[in-house]
């Protein structure tokens, strides 16, 4: 349902993210969901826990490693890596994990805090 809400939301209907049987014949072997809805959790990271409301990502950069398999349970996770006070900037680096820990996506974000 998210993966069908998403490419509503988005516009892309590719079929890699809709269709089975035609993405069952790429190398992914079945389909995948977007890159963007699973870097989303990145948003949600960032802006509703740390550091939350007053939060804006100002610049992200974002790696796909792997793909992320419709259905399956994954876990967004983040780390502090340097704070520019005088700027009220924080750069932080995360990652989508799967159940086992595999990382699936990672990238950094510039945050702006404005409070």
Sequence with gaps: MDVENFAALSGDFNP???DEKYAG???FGGT????????SFFSTLIGMLCPGRNAV????EIRYLSPVR?????????????????LKIIVMEHAVKSKSG???IEGVSNIKVMR
């Design 32 to 39: 995948i969901v977007h890159g963007m809805l699973a870097a």
């Design 57 to 60: 990502i100002l610049q992200q």
């Design 25 to 27: 014949s790429t190398m």
């Design 16 to 18: 890699l993210h809709l």
């Design 102 to 104: 595999k990382v699936l």
């Design 70 to 86: 419709p259905g399956r349970i994954v876990k967004a996770t983040g780390k502090v890596i340097r704070k520019v006070d005088a």
